[in-house]
């Protein structure tokens, strides 16, 4: 929390980059109802961030167009990710107080700006959890993640030697958009964030889109996964599941998925979908041994593949532990050493859980003496994939269902965020739904409420 304001302050000191070709910092349109506010006056609801480990669902103005290329859609269907959970827990800096959260939505559009060619009101979408201009070198190249004019956040490129794109629900650290845990969202420059969902596709289906099949595909392709090769996972939440099944898809004759402690019984749930995955289990190793040394027992000098899909802010040591505690490190480098201590020489490493800043600790030596490739997956470039993964879900060989559990209210999240951060038995992934929403599609999880 002190760093966020810190952060917060250091940014006001230093001023914006003045590259932004979109107005930033809208995260609540209660901070300047008369600009933001859509002029009818409506209110909304919207899950915001209140401090590190609280969160609240309030009630605050629907925002309005305030740029020609902008599209405000009206949210049918949202859901909580890994990566809020670093919100929640204020590990991201940036953050102030009242920022709308969710950066994976789809609805239907409620209003157009006058630029708008590409979507009309009543059109279903689905938005991607990056903001991208469309036209910028990275935008050419369909890398929307990495989108040159919509995040001129002077800290990121001082941190990384450049800037993320913008991203909806994630802190002024990438641009400050208000995001889609609400009734409403603003979205700039529409025309390139909103792909329009065939009707033969659900919602339930469809909004995965928005992030997390991307995300997935992104770590497998990325990170190299070919025919015959054996992977290893770790985390078994809803992004190592979809690795896990893209894996397969991409070849790959065995793969082994990680996880345990609180989210142990995600091994069986990813099993129960994926018979064919192999499951460790690192909270019952015997005594003397680590995953490394199991995996390299399971496979003749470890697998060729090593995904990381959990982040970097769980450490498992006393070390890591204080060391973040007093701002040392902002992430732990343990299960980064696991992996590339695991892989076959020459094998491939690809990160996709988040990590945001400096680590200690790292094996270096491992990874030089041994040839291993370390493959900073980036924030996936959803632009580059969501057409083909459309294709896919279409054509039955995508299931997003697979690793959808349950059907939450909007008004019912900071129930939901609680059980999603305490790994509650059963809770994969949700479907959020809101006033707009359609009924449950065939095959998709029904209501569960937590409050009469």
């Not at 190249?141 to 800037?163: A, F, H, P, V, W």
């Not at 505690?325 to 992996?339: F, H, K, P, R, V």
């Not at 470039?381 to 269902?401: A, F, R």
Request: overall charge negative.
């Amino acid at each position: 929390m002190a760093m966020s304001q810190a952060a917060n302050l250091l940014e006001k000191a230093l001023g914006h980059g003045g590259t932004a070709t979109t107005e930033q910092d809208l995260t609540n349109p209660n901070r300047d109802p008369g600009k933001y506010a859509d002029p009818s006056g409506e209110k909304m609801k919207a899950l915001v961030w209140n401090g590190k480990n609280d969160v609240r669902v309030i009630e605050t103005f629907k925002p309005a167009k305030i740029e020609n290329s902008d599209v405000i859609v009206k949210v049918t269907g949202s859901t909580v990710c890994g990566s809020d959970l670093h919100l929640l827990h204020g590990s991201v800096v940036e953050l102030q107080k009242g920022d709308i959260l969710g950066h994976e939505f789809c609805g239907v559009v409620d209003s157009v700006g006058p630029n708008i060619s590409k979507v009309k009101p009543g059109d279903r979408v689905v938005c991607s959890f990056q903001i991208a201009c469309g036209h910028c070198m990275y935008c050419d190249r369909k890398l929307s993640s990495q989108c040159e004019n919509t995040n001129d956040n002077t800290i990121e490129n001082i941190m990384y030697g450049g800037r993320t794109a913008g991203m909806l629900g994630y802190s002024h650290f990438t641009g400050g958009y208000a995001g889609g845990q609400a009734e409403y969202v603003r979205v700039a420059y529409g025309d390139v964030n909103l792909l329009k969902i065939p009707d033969a596709v659900p919602d339930e289906k469809a909004l995965y889109l928005s992030d997390i099949l991307s995300t997935s595909w992104n770590c497998v392709v990325d990170t190299g996964v070919k025919e015959g090769d054996v992977v290893a996972i770790w985390g078994a939440g809803p992004i190592g599941q979809m690795c896990a099944d893209f894996s397969f898809m991409n070849g790959a004759k065995r793969v082994i998925i990680i996880d345990g402690g609180a989210g142990s019984w995600r091994l069986d749930f990813v099993k129960s979908k994926l018979p064919q995955v192999e499951t460790l289990n690192f909270t019952d190793l015997p005594k003397g041994e680590s995953i490394t040394s199991q995996l390299k027992k399971m496979e003749h000098g470890g697998p060729d593949v090593a995904l990381e899909c959990v982040a970097g802010e769980y450490a498992k040591g006393w070390a890591h532990y204080f060391e973040m505690m007093l701002g040392l490190e902002t992430d732990t480098s343990e299960i980064i050493n696991e992996m590339i201590t695991s892989v076959k020489s020459f094998g491939r490493c690809g990160i996709t859980g988040v990590y945001v800043g400096f680590t200690n600790h790292f094996n270096i030596g491992s990874l030089m003496e041994r040839g291993v490739r370390l493959i900073g997956n980036g924030q996936a470039p959803v632009h580059l994939y969501w057409e083909d993964l459309l294709k896919k879900i279409e054509d039955g060989s995508i299931d997003p269902l697979k690793m959808v559990t349950h059907r939450v209210a909007l008004e019912e999240l900071e129930t939901v965020y609680k059980k999603y951060n305490e790994r509650e038995q059963g809770m994969q992934k949700v479907f959020v739904a809101t006033k707009f929403s359609f009924p449950p599609a065939p095959g998709a999880p029904q209501l569960t409420t937590y409050h009469s």
